[in-house]
């Protein structure tokens, strides 16, 4: 029932939300803003609420008949692929797959202590979110080979050290098991059991070289059957191509295989663009046991 509710809650919001956005009036008294967790923020009166409850009237029935729409289109995909919605999963490595162990301005900050670094942890994420949202000029792959040149910029910009030893070290860092671990503890069990029902597996990240050597640190590695990472593919998600030489590498039509990663840009709209199903970690399905589900596997 919880998933079933998920479902419906989730595929109706599609339906009928707003992004969270700003929208300023040029100086008229009905300016409608949202604020950073989305909530309105209105002195347009009673007219807000009058049009809220004339949304909500309908809702329950909207809603059943959507959630009826979904079952009704994965039952149509099951019949295709003998009790399966998919017969491949394209699964997102940070932030789905693996997580950080510990935050990245910590480690940052941690291990630049002794080479000089001073900002505060604050600092420093601020500093990194503004570096890497910045164009990278010198290539159009902010990913190339091992992506030294790019992370070195990065590290440089948020610490504001540019030591080789202090950047050889962090970067080291990363490529250990301490770094990282698995976000879902029932991963592996459910992989073994999307395997063993004929499901491929397959990581697509937008990821330097060093994506293999964690994934081996991590003991993952031998739970999938391929794996695109940007730095290899020279194609960066949301760019379809990527998505595309993981069907490849798997042997399966893109509408054939559905992708679950944790970014709406990058992840959805990148592997919808590539005629791939997708679904968004922690809102379309929250566990790998859930995806198994979904794609008609128990677990």
């Not at 693996?98 to 080479?115: D, L, R």
């Not at 739970?223 to 730095?231: C, E, G, P, T, Y």
């Amino acid at each position: 029932m919880a998933l079933r509710t998920r479902i419906i809650t989730r595929a109706f919001s599609n339906l009928i939300h707003k992004p969270k956005l700003q929208v300023l009036g040029n100086g008229s008294s009905d300016v409608i803003r949202a604020d950073p967790t989305g909530s309105p923020v209105s002195n347009c009166g009673s007219s807000f609420s009058t049009a809220a409850a004339a949304v909500e009237a309908p809702a329950s029935a909207s809603v059943e008949r959507l959630f009826g729409l979904v079952k009704e289109y994965e039952d149509y995909r099951r019949g295709l692929y003998g009790g399966l919605t998919h017969k491949a999963l394209l699964v997102d490595a940070v932030g789905t797959l693996v997580i950080p162990s510990q935050p990245m301005a910590q480690i940052y900050k941690q291990i630049g202590e002794k080479y000089g670094v001073e900002y505060s942890e604050d600092e420093i994420l601020k500093r990194y979110r503004w570096a890497y949202g910045q164009p990278w000029g010198r290539s159009r792959l902010r990913y190339v080979n091992d992506g030294r040149p790019f992370w070195q910029h990065i590290v440089s910009c948020s610490t504001g050290c540019s030591d080789s030893q202090y950047f050889e070290e962090l970067y080291n860092y990363y490529t250990t098991e301490k770094a990282w671990h698995i976000c879902d503890p029932e991963a592996e069990r459910v992989f073994q059991a999307l395997r063993a029902a004929g499901v491929k597996l397959a990581i697509v990240s937008n990821f330097d070289t060093r994506l293999r050597p964690v994934l081996r640190a991590l003991n993952c590695d031998h739970w999938f059957d391929a794996v695109a990472v940007s730095a290899e593919v020279e194609a960066e998600k949301p760019n379809p191509t990527i998505f595309l030489k993981a069907c490849e590498l798997l042997g399966v039509n893109p509408d054939d295989a559905v992708h679950v990663g944790d970014d709406r840009r990058n992840d959805i709209w990148g592997a919808r663009d590539a005629g791939c199903d997708a679904w968004l970690w922690g809102s379309d399905v929250v566990s790998f046991k859930e995806v198994a589900q979904r794609i008609g596997v128990e677990v």
